[in-house]
């Protein structure tokens, strides 16, 4: 029994991938263009760095705080005197929810810790102090 070998097809041989890398350059600019538009909203804060940080998924209140001592409560203005009720009234919907704190690192540690017990005085019982995982 004799072997032959099959003629190669010739469009197969000759098969151009330039199409095929034009569409995951597509792709590619396409990602990165969308990916930069997310953003979180309200304050601009600059978390401080840790090397033991972990997120959290779970119902929350946000608190936000920037180097100007502006209060915002889940991306909504607030006083320090309007807070407890801020509080008060997204515990009432949940009394387990976790209050996060994201403070801005050029605040004083007394600054948040008043923000803090106000917060414990509206009767929050969780709290996290919201960081950047460190590189």
Not at 16 to 38: E, H, R, Y
Not at 101 to 128: N, P, T, Y
């Amino acid at each position: 029994m004799r072997f032959t070998a099959q003629k190669k097809d010739p469009y197969l041989s000759a098969f151009n991938f330039s199409s095929l890398t034009d569409i995951v350059m597509l792709l590619l600019i396409f990602f990165l263009l969308t990916s930069s538009f997310v953003a979180t909203e309200g304050l601009n804060v600059v978390l401080p760095q840790a090397a033991n940080s972990d997120t959290q998924e779970d119902s929350r209140i946000y608190i936000s705080m920037n180097e100007k001592k502006a209060i915002t409560v889940n991306n909504q203005a607030a006083t320090l005197q309007t807070l407890p009720e801020i509080i008060r009234a997204e515990l009432a919907n949940d009394s387990t929810q976790t209050v996060v704190i994201r403070a801005d690192q050029s605040l004083l540690l007394s600054e948040v810790v008043g923000v803090l017990d106000v917060v414990k005085g509206a009767g929050a019982r969780k709290f996290f102090i919201a960081t950047e995982k460190d590189q």
